[in-house]
């Protein structure tokens, strides 16, 4: 299709005549070669005969050569037109006055049309443009040689050219023009091969490239195939970000940016990402070359081929310095949020708990105005009465004294008498009447203990340290409690079992110090009546609900400890039990505030210790330790 029919057998091309042409010539020579040779062997006979001839043997030689030398050819042939034939690059031949003489079946395809319409086509200028090769038609001088051929003195040239394709859109042909001979005549063979995909190819690449070069973020490619994995690219902005130029990177591995504070868990990752031919991304801390420190959001990807053989790995660098400047500052700001909200915090409690102190010392304040004022208002009918009882006791033994001598003088009374003093019971009178006013005197004495007991607790004045008898501020809490203490039918009474030492007056503050007595007594009340109502009778007889207090000296300190044998505390709640509001008492029956001033009572104010040692099952001891003298 692509050649000029000579034998309708083997369809031989133009080139083929040609090289029959060559072939055929090249036998005749043979014959005129070897039949002078044999003419001169045989010249020594010529005396004899002048006829020449030859041999049947020789002929027949002859022949076989010619047979050999013709098949020999028609092979040539036949591979020569097939190589041209299946070359991927299209081939033309072009004579000297530009026209194509031969196009392959790959310039056809190139060309887009068939090798019937390129035949007789101006070559340069018409289907190919450039400059350069359209001058090749007339000047073949200027041609300039490209490396060395085999024959001397043939000219070369290679360029770059635009192929016009018909109803298809050109394509850039890389072509290389050699000289040659067609029908015996010089011309030129033009090997196209089409390098448009690859033209596109490399103008893609050069834009990824100004694109990569243009970029902010550092690019880096290393060397899969090097166990050190070395840098072979890097883009200038990671020259910006590192301070080294691009002489000084090429060849070395990405450790030359670390430095001794780098963290090692992020470069194992690193490592483990080569080893395992995976992605990985870390942020760690790098120098430049100047020495100054960077952070950097490194992450590599690897690069396979084809076949998925490992060949690069891709590097991205950020420069998060800033980034990580701010987080660092946010996270310091937050830090100090946090403190700022903790102190917040920790005054609104200090607040709420001083609000509290306030509200209980107000309270406790106020039940001692009004102790002090109903022991001020009781005490004086009191004393009254009291006072009065001696006397009436004396005016009473003084009447009766008195009967007596009536009766031991006037033994037989008028009727009227008799009658009224057995009516009156006189001889009962005088029997009863004095152990009516003995019992009103142990009463009178005893409502005189109890408002001394409530003048002792509601010491109010404790705005400056006095000597105290801490027993008295026992006692006196323990009679204010007395109701708490006392049994009825439906509850056994709390027997206080009182272990007092001999204790010097102590410098403190009385008020708040019976304070605590009585918040710590009560708490043990009401252990022990929560205690009460799970036992049965039997078991709280065996066991009575107890108070231990016990008082000693122990170096210049004074140690009171306060014991119940209740059902104890856990260690939970025991950490726990001189916290502001911390209480296990149900809703509406405590404030959890009792401990908690008592606490500050006994070590902010005095300077002394409270502590509280508990089993479950053993009860609770609570122990007050303060100086004797501050």
Not at 65 to 90: P, T, Y
Not at 238 to 260: A, C, V
Not at 512 to 535: G, H, R, T, Y
Not at 554 to 583: H, M, R, S, Y
């Amino acid at each position: 299709m692509f050649f000029q029919e000579a034998d309708p057998e083997n369809k031989v091309s133009n080139i083929s005549r040609n090289h029959k042409k060559t072939a055929h010539n090249m036998i005749h020579r043979t014959d005129y070669q070897q039949i002078p040779k044999k003419r001169a062997e045989n010249s020594t006979d010529a005396n004899i005969s002048e006829a020449y001839s030859l041999s049947l043997c020789e002929l027949q030689q002859m022949e076989r050569a010619m047979e050999q030398l013709k098949q020999d050819l028609k092979a040539s042939e036949s591979r020569f037109q097939n190589v041209i034939e299946k070359n991927a690059d299209g081939i033309a031949i072009v004579n000297k006055r530009g026209l194509v003489c031969f196009a392959n079946p790959s310039a056809e395809a190139l060309f887009n049309c068939t090798a019937e319409e390129l035949l007789g086509q101006a070559f340069f200028g018409n289907l190919v443009v450039e400059v350069s090769a359209c001058d090749l038609e007339m000047a073949t001088d200027i041609i300039p040689q490209v490396g060395k051929t085999e024959a001397p003195g043939t000219r070369v040239v290679q360029t770059e050219v635009e192929a016009i394709r018909k109803q298809k859109a050109n394509a850039v042909v890389e072509m290389r023009v050699v000289e040659t001979e067609w029908d015996g005549e010089m011309a030129y063979l033009a090997t196209l091969r089409d390098i448009t995909d690859r033209k596109r190819a490399e103008e893609m690449l050069w834009l990824y490239d100004r694109a990569i070069a243009a970029s902010s973020t550092g690019f880096t490619i290393y060397d899969a195939t090097d166990p050190e994995h070395p840098i072979i690219y890097c883009n200038p902005a990671f020259e910006s970000m590192t301070g080294y130029r691009r002489q000084e990177i090429i060849g070395k591995n990405g450790r030359f940016l670390h430095g001794s504070d780098t963290d090692p868990a992020a470069v194992e990752i690193i490592r483990q990402a080569l080893q395992t031919e995976s992605e990985c991304k870390v942020i760690l801390k790098n120098y430049r070359k100047d020495g100054t420190a960077f952070w950097n959001c490194f992450s590599i990807s690897p690069v396979r081929d084809r076949l998925g053989k490992l060949t690069h790995f891709i590097g991205v660098q950020r420069d998060i310095t800033e980034r990580k400047q701010a987080e660092e500052a946010l996270h310091i700001s937050e830090a100090q949020s946090r403190e700022q909200a903790a102190e917040l915090a920790a005054t609104l409690n200090q607040l709420k708990a001083t609000n509290s102190q306030l509200v209980q010392s107000e309270k406790m304040s106020s039940l001692g105005l009004l102790l002090a004022g109903v022991a001020h208002e009781i005490n004086n009918p009191v004393s009254f009465i009291y006072g009065n009882l001696t006397h009436l006791t004396n005016y009473t033994q003084d009447l009766f004294h008195h009967l007596e001598l009536y009766q031991k003088h006037y033994p037989d009374p008028v009727a009227e008498i008799q009658q009224e003093r057995e009516e009156n019971e006189l001889d009962f009178l005088a029997e009863d009447l004095p152990k009516i006013l003995s019992s009103m005197s142990v009463g009178v004495e005893r409502i005189c203990q109890i408002v001394q007991s409530l003048r002792n607790f509601s010491r109010h004045d404790d705005s400056e340290m006095k000597a105290v008898n801490l027993h008295e501020g026992i006692d006196s809490t323990l009679l204010i409690l007395n109701h708490r203490l006392k049994g009825n039918g439906e509850k056994p009474p709390i027997q206080i079992v009182k272990q007092y030492g001999e204790l010097p007056p102590v410098e403190c503050f009385a008020g708040p110090i019976n304070q605590v007595f009585m918040n710590i007594l009560s708490n043990a009340i009401d252990a022990l009546e929560d205690a009460k109502n799970k036992p049965n009778c039997q078991e709280m007889l065996q066991n009575p609900s107890q108070i231990r207090i016990g008082t000693e000296v122990v170096g210049n300190l004074v140690e009171i400890k306060i014991a119940d044998n209740g059902p104890g505390i856990t260690e939970e709640v025991k950490q726990q039990i001189f916290d502001t509001f911390f209480t296990t008492k149900p809703i509406g029956k405590g404030t959890g505030m009792g401990l908690s001033i008592s606490y500050q009572i006994i070590v902010e104010r005095h300077k002394g210790e409270l502590y509280c040692t508990s089993e479950l099952g053993k009860g609770t001891e609570f122990t007050i330790k303060i100086p004797i003298a501050p």
